[in-house]
C-alpha cells in the first residue's frame, strides 16, 4: 500500500528525546502501477541551506549555527505517514526477498565515554524493565519548506563508522520530487533539550525508490551518512547498532525514540517494547505501542543489551494506527540498500 504522510503511542518509557508538518506522499491503491524496479537505491547528497555540505568543518559551522538551542526547541515533531491496520499475519502483494537470517553489523560501544549512564523513561509507565538511553540514537532535525522538524534515529555500526538509521520519511517526503530535506542534523543521546554528543550533519542519503518516488510503507527507511566531527567518526563516539535481516517477524523488540506529541515533549529518550508480530505486506508492528510522533525512524532493536546499551536494529518506526506501531520489515531488498551505503566516506 502507498501512504500519506500523517500518527499515535505498548510499554514506553523515555530514555532521552521528538515532530514536522508534512507534504504528503501519494496515497491510491495501485500495487499494479508501481514499477517493478522499486528495491532500486536512491541517493542525493545532503544539503546545508540548501547548498551541498562537501565538507565537514563548513557544514559544521553552518548547522551548528542554524541549529540554536532555541531553534531546536521549536521544532515540531514529523507527521508520521498515513497508514492503516492489518491483521496479523503475511500478505502476498509485497512478498519480498527474505534470505538466511543473519546480523550484517554487530553492536559496538564507544571507543570512549565522558558521559554516565541514563535511563531511557517508560513511556506507558507499565514496561517490563529499566531500560538505560542508549547513546546510539538520538534526535534527528531537518528543514522542509522553511519549517524545522524533528525525528529519531540510530547509529549503525558500519565499517566507515558514520551511519544513522531512520525513516523514510525522514529525509524525503516520498513524493516522487527531487528535493530531500534540509540542514539535516543528528544529535545522538539528546537529553532534556541538550546535544549530550554534540551535533552532527549530514552527508548523504541512501534510500529506495519504493519510497521516494511512490511512497510505499514497506520501503519507509533510510541511511544516512554523516561527516566526521572534529576528526571524529560518530560511530567511534557514540558506539553503534548492530543490523540483522530476515529475522523472524515475531520476536521481543525494544523501540527507542523521542516522541514529541503530549503526553510527551520531545527531550529525552523513551521506549516500549513487546513482542512484534508480522503486519501483512513486508512489514512488522508492534501492538499498543504509546510512542508517538517524533518516534519516527527510531529503532525497532532486537537482542537488546542494557548494559552495553546496543542492540541489532530489525526496523524502524513508519507509523502508528490503532495504536499499533508499524516498521518495514528488513529483508535482503534493505540489505542491499545497506550494501550501498555502508562504505560511503
Request: proline share 6%; aromatic share 10%.
Given at each position: 500500500?502507498?501512504?500519506?504522510?500523517?500518527?499515535?503511542?505498548?510499554?514506553?518509557?523515555?530514555?532521552?528525546?521528538l515532530?514536522v508538518?508534512?507534504?504528503?506522499?501519494?496515497?491510491?491503491?495501485?500495487?499494479?502501477?508501481?514499477?517493478?524496479?522499486?528495491?532500486?537505491?536512491?541517493?542525493?547528497?545532503?544539503?546545508?541551506?540548501?547548498?551541498?555540505?562537501?565538507?565537514?568543518?563548513?557544514?559544521?559551522?553552518?548547522?551548528?549555527?542554524?541549529w540554536?538551542?532555541?531553534?531546536?526547541?521549536?521544532?515540531?515533531?514529523?507527521?508520521?505517514?498515513?497508514?492503516?491496520?492489518?491483521?496479523?499475519?503475511?500478505?502476498?502483494?509485497?512478498?519480498?526477498?527474505?534470505?538466511?537470517?543473519?546480523?550484517?553489523?554487530?553492536?559496538?560501544?564507544?571507543?570512549?565515554?565522558?558521559?554516565?549512564?541514563?535511563?531511557?523513561?517508560?513511556?506507558?509507565?507499565?514496561?517490563?524493565?529499566?531500560?538505560?538511553?542508549?547513546?546510539?540514537?538520538?534526535?534527528?532535525?531537518?528543514t522542509?519548506?522553511?519549517?524545522?522538524?524533528?525525528?529519531s534515529g540510530?547509529?549503525?555500526?558500519?565499517?566507515?563508522?558514520?551511519?544513522?538509521?531512520?525513516?523514510?520519511?525522514?529525509?524525503?517526503?516520498?513524493?516522487?520530487?527531487?528535493?530531500?530535506?534540509?540542514?539535516?542534523?543528528?544529535?545522538?543521546?539528546?537529553?532534556?533539550?541538550?546535544?549530550?554528543?554534540?551535533?552532527?550533519?549530514?552527508?548523504?542519503?541512501?534510500?529506495?525508490?519504493?519510497?521516494?518516488?511512490?511512497?510505499?510503507?514497506?520501503?519507509?527507511?533510510?541511511?544516512?551518512?554523516?561527516?566526521p566531527?572534529?576528526?571524529?567518526?560518530l560511530?567511534?563516539?557514540?558506539?553503534?547498532?548492530?543490523?540483522?535481516?530476515?529475522?523472524?517477524?515475531?520476536?521481543?523488540?525494544?523501540?527507542?525514540?523521542?516522541?514529541?506529541?503530549?503526553?510527551?515533549?520531545?527531550?529525552?529518550?523513551?521506549?516500549?517494547?513487546?513482542?512484534?508480530?508480522?503486519?501483512?505486506a513486508?512489514?512488522?508492528?508492534?501492538?499498543?505501542?504509546?510512542?508517538?510522533?517524533?518516534?519516527?525512524?527510531?529503532?525497532?532493536?532486537?537482542?537488546?543489551?542494557?548494559?552495553?546499551?546496543?542492540?541489532?536494529?530489525?526496523s524502524?518506526?513508519?507509523?502508528?494506527?490503532?495504536?499499533?506501531?508499524?516498521?518495514?520489515?528488513?529483508?535482503?531488498?534493505?540489505?542491499?540498500?545497506y550494501?550501498?551505503?555502508?562504505?560511503?566516506?
Amino acid at each position: 500500500m502507498r501512504r500519506k504522510l500523517g500518527f499515535v503511542p505498548v510499554g514506553i518509557m523515555l530514555v532521552a528525546t521528538l515532530a514536522v508538518a508534512q507534504t504528503p506522499a501519494r496515497a491510491g491503491a495501485a500495487a499494479a502501477t508501481a514499477p517493478s524496479a522499486s528495491a532500486t537505491v536512491t541517493e542525493a547528497r545532503a544539503t546545508i541551506h540548501g547548498r551541498v555540505s562537501t565538507d565537514a568543518d563548513a557544514a559544521a559551522s553552518a548547522g551548528n549555527a542554524y541549529w540554536t538551542p532555541e531553534r531546536m526547541r521549536a521544532a515540531r515533531p514529523a507527521p508520521m505517514p498515513d497508514g492503516v491496520d492489518t491483521v496479523d499475519g503475511e500478505a502476498l502483494d509485497r512478498p519480498g526477498r527474505i534470505g538466511a537470517a543473519r546480523d550484517v553489523a554487530t553492536p559496538a560501544a564507544p571507543r570512549s565515554s565522558t558521559a554516565g549512564v541514563r535511563a531511557a523513561v517508560d513511556g506507558a509507565s507499565q514496561g517490563t524493565q529499566s531500560v538505560n538511553a542508549s547513546p546510539g540514537v538520538g534526535r534527528v532535525f531537518f528543514t522542509h519548506n522553511d519549517e524545522d522538524f524533528f525525528c529519531s534515529g540510530g547509529t549503525i555500526n558500519n565499517p566507515q563508522a558514520n551511519m544513522v538509521s531512520t525513516a523514510g520519511h525522514c529525509v524525503h517526503p516520498g513524493d516522487g520530487g527531487s528535493v530531500w530535506f534540509d540542514n539535516w542534523a543528528y544529535a545522538p543521546e539528546f537529553t532534556d533539550g541538550v546535544a549530550l554528543h554534540g551535533l552532527w550533519f549530514a552527508k548523504e542519503f541512501t534510500s529506495v525508490e519504493g519510497w521516494v518516488d511512490w511512497g510505499y510503507l514497506w520501503w519507509d527507511f533510510a541511511f544516512v551518512t554523516m561527516h566526521p566531527r572534529n576528526g571524529d567518526r560518530l560511530v567511534h563516539v557514540t558506539g553503534g547498532q548492530g543490523l540483522s535481516v530476515n529475522k523472524s517477524k515475531s520476536l521481543t523488540a525494544l523501540l527507542l525514540g523521542y516522541p514529541g506529541e503530549a503526553p510527551y515533549d520531545g527531550q529525552s529518550q523513551y521506549y516500549a517494547q513487546g513482542g512484534i508480530k508480522a503486519a501483512g505486506a513486508q512489514r512488522v508492528k508492534l501492538k499498543d505501542c504509546p510512542l508517538n510522533h517524533g518516534s519516527s525512524g527510531g529503532p525497532f532493536l532486537r537482542a537488546w543489551d542494557n548494559d552495553l546499551r546496543f542492540g541489532y536494529v530489525n526496523s524502524v518506526m513508519s507509523y502508528k494506527y490503532s495504536g499499533n506501531m508499524y516498521g518495514p520489515y528488513f529483508d535482503d531488498d534493505v540489505l542491499d540498500i545497506y550494501n550501498v551505503a555502508k562504505n560511503k566516506q
